[in-house]
């Protein structure tokens, strides 16, 4: 069956993009934003929205900025964008494997290595090398983090979200939500310094439970403990924690709610990551992803080697890279 890993994404809602200011949307791309710059100014986030109304699916933006289709379900796009495709005289051959390259103009869609089991095992990699084109390794991009928690603690609160906290690595930094995973720690914010935990050493990762207040407020707000006052019901109740945060500060036996140090270790692994980095090395590939040692055959989106958060950043440069590839093709095509 086509698209298994695009109806996996729409478990989360299918978040297609985001509305923020197309320069703010750019560096979410960091490293790789020069790579995707033009192709994504010329298919932007409002053209993407575009195409899904005229497959007849309306979006709309969450308060977070995240577009959503307002089914919230991908099933809806898939169908209505196969129909399209059908009318359009397009075949689509399942079940087979690729095996090599044949002649006239080709657009490699392959996906990552992420997610195997659901096709995008990254099997074109030896293909291509085989030709010269060199392989970035892939690694996994937006995953969780192994982290070695007490059995007390996952027992209670393995699939808990801390809301609203910072996250410091290093110079590097990230404001959202972490979740509590039975084997480490994972979520939009851990995903957004994702590249950072994966290739630096910076100590351990701290994280600001309460990053609205100063030190000197949450200072202030604990010293008006009461006597016999639990320490648990004083933080819950002048600091507003959750049982979840409480019970971080006694797993890390942190001292400070600005500053919980949490050992990371390596990703899980690309079995289970949101994402992959690694793929087909940009300088692999023109201003239009054509293969530089393959003219007429391009590869796009999680192919390449890229990556970046999780909130629409991912889909959209699929999308745009792919349709910078095509409008290249038909030009050379006449």
């Known amino acids: 069956a086509p698209a298994r890993k695009f109806l996996l994404a729409g478990r989360g809602g299918l978040n297609l993009t985001h509305a923020e200011p ?10 790789a934003r020069e790579f995707l710059e033009p192709a994504i100014r010329a298919f932007p986030p409002t053209a993407l929205r575009d195409w899904c109304h005229g497959l007849g699916i309306e979006t709309f933006v969450g308060s977070s900025g995240r577009v959503f289709p307002k089914t919230m ?65 892939f690694q996994p991009a937006n995953s969780r983090f192994l982290v070695p928690w007490s059995e007390h603690f996952i027992e209670r609160f393995a699939g808990t979200p801390l809301k609203n906290v910072a996250l410091t690595y290093g110079p590097h930094r990230a404001r959202g939500e972490a979740m509590i995973a039975s084997t480490g720690i994972e979520g939009g914010a851990i995903y957004t310094l994702s590249r950072h935990l994966r290739e630096e050493r910076h100590g351990p990762l701290l994280i600001d439970l309460k990053p609205d207040l100063s030190p000197d407020e949450v200072t202030a707000r604990l010293a008006r403990r009461r006597p016999k006052e639990s320490l648990s019901n004083h933080l819950r109740k002048s600091l507003g924690l959750s049982p979840v945060a409480i019970a971080l ?40 992803f054509m293969l530089r040692r393959k003219p007429l055959c391009y590869a796009v989106g999680e192919m390449l080697d890229w990556e970046a958060p999780t909130g629409g950043y991912l889909l959209q440069a699929c999308f745009s890279t792919a349709v910078a590839a095509a409008r290249d093709c038909l030009r050379r095509m006449g």
């Open 73 to 137: 379900k991908a099933s809806p796009i898939l169908r209505a964008w196969l129909r399209r495709l059908a009318g359009l005289g397009v075949t689509l051959r399942t079940g087979h494997t690729w095996q090599g390259f044949g002649d006239g103009p080709t657009i490699l869609a392959m996906g990552g290595a992420s997610w195997p089991r659901l096709g995008s095992d990254g099997g074109f990699a030896p293909i291509l090398a085989r030709e010269g084109i060199r392989i970035v390794p």
């Open 249 to 288: 500060l006694r797993e890390t036996k942190a001292q400070d709610v600005k500053s919980v140090p949490l050992a990371i270790g390596p990703p899980e692994g690309l079995a289970r990551a949101i994402s992959s980095a690694g793929g087909v090395a940009r300088d692999e590939v023109d201003a239009n």
């Open 22 to 31: 197309l320069d703010t949307f750019l560096t979410r791309y960091g490293e």
